[in-house]
Each structure stands twice: as C-alpha cells, then as structure tokens.
C-alpha cells in the first residue's frame, strides 16, 4: 500500500540535514530505509544499514522516488540444495 498524496514523501529530517551538507564525495550513513529517495540526493554516496553493516549506494536520476531499502538487501541468497542440484553441478563441470 502506498502512502497518501496529501501527506506527501516521507523523508527523515535528519536524513535531509546530512544531504544538504554533503559534498558530492562524502558517504553518508543511515538507518532510514524507509526514507524515499529525492533529486537533491543524486550523486550522492548512501550507506544504507540492512540490519547487520552499512550496505554502500551511489544513487542516480532512476532511483528516485524509491525507498532507500530497496536498494540495500536484508536477506543474503546462499544457493538452492539438494540430489537435483547436485546432479546439475556435476552435468555442469567438464
């Protein structure tokens, strides 16, 4: 569900007071994952905390208007298991 278009972007105010004091080389970080993503952060480096360390995003023009947690995954894919899998790695290497 998305949020109301009267309320406008959420977008966390400390979040904001870094932003217009960054310079276009700095890092900022932040815990804010639901903070949407606005035009005054393009070109900007964000390091974006997925629970456990601070997952680095340099953010561009098509970016904007997504949420900053969509970009910094919380969940970390290992591989699928089991005889099917196995039997397809071996068939794989030469």
Known sequence: MSRSLK???????????????AKSGDTIKTWSRSSMITPEMVGLNMAV??????ISVNIIEEM???RLGEFSPTRKFRK???????????????
């Open 64 to 66: 904007v208007g997504h």
């Open 49 to 54: 905390h997925n629970g456990k360390e601070h």
């Open 7 to 21: 309320k406008g972007l959420f977008v966390d105010e400390k979040l904001l007071k870094k932003v217009n004091l």
């Open 80 to 94: 699928h298991g089991g005889r099917m899998a196995r039997e397809e790695e071996k068939a794989q290497t030469p």
